[in-house]
C-alpha cells in the first residue's frame, strides 16, 4: 500500500476540538485497499484514454502532465507503479525517474514512449525503468505490464515479514526482507528485478544461468522482453557491487553466447 504524507490529512476543528482526517478520496483508496497507478505525459488525450481504461481495471489512477508536479505528489503518496514519457516539456521522463528513485529505490517504473530504438530502451533501463513499452501501443500489452509489476509486488510484500538473511556468499548478503545487498557493513538497495537476478545468480555460485533463466526469474509472466533487458540490468548490479566493494571487480562474470555466473572475489 502506498506511503503518505502528513498533506494526505487535513485537521478538522469542531467546538474547540481539532480531529485528523485522511482526504477523502485518500481514505475511499485506503479503505478499499486499491492499487495505485500513477501516469505521467504531456498528451492530455492519452492521460484521458488511459485513465478511462485503467481504472476499469478497479485500480486507483492520478495522472500528471509534467515531471516537477509528478514527482511532488509521489512525495506526498507514492504510487504502486509509475508510468511516464520520456519525452516531456521541462524536465523530462529520465529526469523524474532519476529523482524517484532517490526516494523510492523498488517502485517499478514503466517508460512509454515514442523513443524506440534500441539505445533509447537502454538509456531508459539503464536510468532505473524496470521496463520500457514503445508508442503506439496496445492497451492490452500496458495492461499486462502492469499486472506483472502487482504479481512482483504482492510476491515482494509477501516474503518481507521475513528479516533473515537469504543468502550469503562470499562476503556478500543478500536480504530478503530489505531488498538489498550488503558488503562488509556496507549496504545498496536493489530494484525487484535487480533482487531476483542476484537471487538466482548467487544461489547458483559458479554454475552458469542462461539468458532465458534470468529472463524466467524476472519476467516470470512476461512474454514481452528481449533478453537485452537482462544486460542493463546485469550492468547496474555490477555498478552497484563495485560501489560496495570500493573497487573495480567483476564477481559477476559473462559467458558469452550464454549467460552469468558468479565468481569469487
Known sequence: MPLLSRKC?????????????????VFLCYLLDMFYVAVVDDEKELLYSLKIILEAEGWEISVFTDSVSALASFK????????????MPGEDGLWLCGRVR???????????????EEIDKVVGLESGADDYLGKPFSARELIARIRVQKRRLEALNGNQSESRPELVLDGFTLERGTMSLSFRAKNTPLTVSEYRILKLVMNRNKTICTREELLNAVYQEDTYVCDRVIDNHIKRIRDKIQKLVGQDINIIETVYGVGYRWSSL
Not at 490529512?9 to 478520496?25: D, M, P, S
Not at 506526498?76 to 519525452?87: A, G, K, S, T, Y
Not at 532517490?102 to 524506440?116: R, W
Open 9 to 25: 490529512i487535513i485537521n478538522v476543528t469542531i467546538a474547540g476540538i481539532t480531529l485528523k482526517y485522511l482526504r477523502a478520496h
Open 76 to 87: 506526498e503518496r507514492l504510487p504502486d507503479v509509475i508510468i511516464m514519457d520520456i519525452m
Open 102 to 116: 532517490e526516494i523510492a529505490k523498488t517502485v517499478p517504473i514503466i517508460f512509454l514512449s515514442a523513443k524506440v
